[in-house]
């Protein structure tokens, strides 16, 4: 099997619901990168679907989820929405007043698969903004959650007094996932594989004190990307959009600020007596030992993790490491001490 690597920006509003911009000028910014697919994921509606979005536009892919978003609780990205799409009775506006757990319980029996966004939320008065976290984590049902937002990692370290700075440094002030979110994926790992998956959280967005929207969609395109790594063309496959959804839900997948560096080219595997696996893959009572093989298409500092403790680390363009225990394993790469390259996990069960 050869698997082949595409990259996409995903959380992305257009103005069918509040990014301010109309959904042709998404795409066309999109167009202008190189990007192979974009996830839009307005709020509370599918009607870009219905109104016939989804699919190629040239060579870029178009996928249409959703972010459901009860205005008091927390929010999640519905992929895979054809059946929720399908069926015009779903009211998708009343998920804005009804509870995360009623709108994660609705979407995922219509197929949905979900992926719980800005989970840690955000509130900075100063600045209007106010995104809720989520709650419900002892709950299952979501297939993953976006364990870098771009949004939120600018916006973090925002304040009056340097706000300036910010505006016109954006990628110097990224820090790369929360460390609380990245221990608390590790914990969910022991128990299921939560796929990570990033997100940009694009709108054309004006904030007090700023006098011109802080990002364009072109800027943001080429900031947080997902790597999703799908056997042979995407274009010449007429499952394209279940083939970027599966990769998603399996976590055959790696987040990457490509600012810094086109990841193209990374990979981490485990190779084991009956084959060799890629991230996402849970393995089950493996006898022999595991080989675990990291490349990167550029010198960087790699760490892979077990559980959340770094187990082995090296500077260069490989890592190899031999392993007999159980563990969730998965890799963070930094380049020039920023953060680069995060893996979805590799499960030894
Ligand atoms: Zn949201
Ligand atoms: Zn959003």
Redesign the pocket.
Known sequence: MVFKDFKGACHIHTDYSDGNIPIHEVVTSAQDTDLDFIILSDHNTLLPKHEGWEGWHGKLLVIIGM?A?PRREG?FLALNTKPLAGNRDVDLSRYKYMSSRECLEEAVDYGSTAYI??PMGLRKKTFMIN?NGWQDWERNGFAGIEIWSYFLDWFEGLKISNFRHFCKYPHLQIKGPNPKLLSLWDQLGKHRKVAGISGI?AHLRKIPFARRPLFTYKELFQTLRTHVFIEGELSKSDKAIQSVCNAHQEGRCYISFDLLADATGFSFVADTEEGTYLMGKEIFNQRGKIHFKTKTPYPATIKLLKDGEICAERNGSTLEYLNNEKGVFRIEVYRENKPWIFSNPIYIR
Do not use: K
Request: aromatic share 0%.
């Open positions: 972010e978003s929010h966004v800005h995104l959280d």
